[in-house]
């Protein structure tokens, strides 16, 4: 079946830092991408849809600048958090729509905490 | 915009009593999906129902879509401690974007 790969798992990082997330497609290719946020005990809040070649779509309330979206090919998409605060601390969860339809399918998550 | 309402937010169980969550929504809804969150993992898709009135069967979970496509249920019967985990529904609308809903945490009591 389809398979997302999402790295790092977990990361701590110093308030004031920049943190890349890679998201990517084993097995197909991934025209949307898709990056959430879930605080504890909350559900999923989409942040913004991501197609391969154009600028990401950001939800309202999410600043574009602080969470740099790239999704420069059919199989990688990633999230950038700049300049990471404690309050950006959270689960960040990718999924990928394929091109060729479907459902979408997660990534495993990364776990940012920031000190 | 769309919002589906999903409850309980909890709901203890004696292992194996059974478990239910519902989700609804004012509106009419093209499809509805089903999610398992493990305790610190990612959403794991359980099912699609697009069907007024469908009714699927995953082993110990029966997964119900209403006659009138506002609303849906997950029932779990005789629950296991590998059950685990919250719950939820989401909407895939026209752009492929999931609305979710809130989530149901399962707790199985000692």
């Known amino acids: 079946g389809a398979v997302v790969s999402q790295h790092p798992s977990w990361v701590i990082c110093k308030s004031g830092t920049s943190v890349k997330i890679e998201c990517r497609s084993l097995?197909?290719?991934?025209?949307?991408m898709f990056w959430y946020r879930q605080f504890p005990k909350q559900s999923l809040m989409l942040m913004a849809t991501?197609?391969?070649?154009?600028?990401?779509?950001?939800e309202q309330g999410v600043e574009k600048d602080k969470f740099l979206i790239n999704h420069a090919s059919l199989t990688l998409s990633t999230l950038t958090v700049t300049s990471a605060h404690p309050e950006d601390s959270s689960f960040y969860i990718c999924?990928?729509?394929?091109?060729?339809?479907?459902?979408?399918?997660f990534g495993s998550g990364t776990r940012l905490t920031v000190v | 915009g769309q919002q589906v309402m999903q409850i309980p937010q909890y709901q203890h169980v004696q292992e194996g009593e059974d478990f239910t969550t519902y989700c609804n929504s004012s509106?009419?809804?093209?499809?509805i999906q089903w999610y398992k969150q493990r305790p610190g993992g990612h959403p794991v898709f359980l099912i699609q129902?697009?069907?007024s009135g469908e009714v699927k069967k995953q082993k110990r979970l029966t997964f119900q879509f209403g006659e009138a496509k506002k609303n849906s249920s997950l029932h779990i019967t005789a629950t296991q401690t590998t059950d685990v985990g919250t719950y939820f529904c989401?909407?895939?609308?026209?752009?492929?974007?999931?609305?979710w809903g809130a989530g149901t945490k399962l707790i199985i009591k000692p």
């Open positions: 999924s990928a729509r394929a091109t060729a339809g479907g459902v979408n399918t």
């Open positions: 509106t009419t809804l093209s499809n």
């Open positions: 989401a909407v895939q609308t026209f752009n492929y974007q999931l609305i």
């Open positions: 129902l697009v069907k």
């Open positions: 097995d197909f290719q991934a025209t949307t």
């Open positions: 991501s197609n391969e070649g154009s600028k990401a779509t950001y």
